[in-house]
């Protein structure tokens, strides 16, 4: 997947809130990548059998050196949000 960085990881203030909402929705299961480092996305999210990868910003936050690169290296999905509207949407196909 990705390789450990001496980084220490960075976890956005909206994550925690984001991740309950999620597990709360039927059929969806969420993990945290967030300790991967090197640019990978905050947490995956699976429902249904699909699996969405998400980098979660606070408001007004840009992505990272890092995360910019994984974005541009990524040939599958991936998604920035602020928000756990944003990842309903995209996860129900409504977005």
């Known amino acids: 997947m990705g390789r450990m960085t001496g980084k220490a990881c960075?976890?956005?203030?909206?994550?925690?809130?984001i991740v309950e909402c999620l597990r709360a929705i039927p059929g969806c299961s969420v993990e945290s990548c967030a300790a991967i480092g090197d640019g990978f996305p905050d947490?995956?999210?699976?429902?249904?059998?699909?699996?969405?990868?998400?980098?979660?910003?606070s408001p007004g936050k840009k992505l990272t050196d890092d995360q910019q690169k994984f974005f541009h290296r990524w040939t599958g999905q991936v998604q920035k949000v602020e928000t756990v509207q944003e990842i309903i949407l995209t996860i129900t196909g409504m977005g």
């Open 10 to 17: 960075k976890v956005d203030a909206n994550q925690a809130e």
């Open 43 to 57: 947490i995956i999210v699976g429902r249904y059998g699909r699996n969405w990868l998400f980098e979660l910003k």
